[in-house]
T-cell receptor, first 111, second 114 residues
Framework: GQQVMQIPQYQHVQEGEDFTTYCNSS?????IQWYKQRPGGHPVFLIQ?????EVKKQKRLTFQFGEAKKNSSLHITATQTTDVGTYFCALREGSNYKLTFGKGTLLTVNP | SAVISQKPSRDICQRGTSLTIQCQVD?????MFWYRQQPGQSLTLIAT?????????ESGFVIDKFPISRPNLTFSTLTVSNMSPEDSSIYLCSAKSGENNEQFFGPGTRLTVL
């Protein structure tokens, strides 16, 4: 199956700073999903991107899908302590809709 | 959307024993999945639980070690058999639902094998 590489592995920011995590693939992706997992919690779905060059926004979060559909990014503007957690990109594959997760980016925010 | 519950939430087990984890969804769903997540790591798919047929296992996971049941569209169980300390992990079930075919996750079962 396809794999996605996610960077960085960790990111520590001061509250108010911006944050970006990237998800890259060597092959063209049909879709990408993003999930957030709070410490001690379970993954929660954020968004799905399917179109080349797609950009979606959720308040301070901006999600992008590359023109070649080989990369995606999640950008958080003016981070808050509530943004703390691990952000995973995931590729939905096959007829059974199974997910292949990236390794995730752990975001910590210093108040 | 789907709300998922898991039992037990955590357990400490002795080597060589087996533990069955239950996953209940509040609505009928076609696809259910079982994942394993080591602390601080990503999620690894164990298998897809198919209703009315055998589960579909990912590479590195076998039915004898992780038997799965899916008796109906709202319920599944995962058994971790003949446990060893290497099986210590968080086990999560999920269900596919929603217009984006996203997955909704249960709260997880934290398993410690001594």
């Amino acid at each position: 199956g396809q794999q996605v590489m996610q960077i960085p592995q960790y990111q520590h920011v001061q509250e108010g700073e911006d944050f970006t995590t990237y998800c890259n693939s060597s092959t063209t992706l049909s879709n990408i999903q993003w999930y957030k997992q709070r410490p001690g919690g379970h993954p929660v779905f954020l968004i799905q991107l399917v179109k080349s060059g797609e950009v979606k926004k959720q308040k301070r979060l901006t999600f992008q899908f590359g023109e070649a559909k080989k990369n995606s990014s999640l950008h958080i503007t003016a981070t808050q302590t509530t943004d703390v957690g691990t952000y995973f990109c995931a590729l939905r594959e096959g007829s059974n809709y199974k997910l292949t997760f990236g390794k995730g980016t752990l975001l910590t925010v210093n108040p | 959307s789907a709300v998922i519950s898991q039992k037990p939430s955590r357990d400490i087990c002795q080597r060589g024993t087996s533990l069955t984890i239950q996953c209940q969804v509040d609505s009928q769903v076609t696809m259910m999945f079982w994942y394993r997540q080591q602390p601080g790591q990503s999620l690894t798919l164990i298998a897809t639980a198919n209703q009315g047929s055998e589960a579909t296992y990912e590479s590195g996971f076998v039915i004898d070690k992780f038997p799965i049941s899916r008796p109906n569209l709202t319920f599944s169980t995962l058994t971790v058999s003949n446990m060893s300390p290497e099986d210590s992990s968080i086990y999560l079930c999920s269900a596919k639902s929603g217009e984006n075919n996203e997955q909704f996750f249960g709260p997880g079962t934290r398993l410690t094998v001594l």
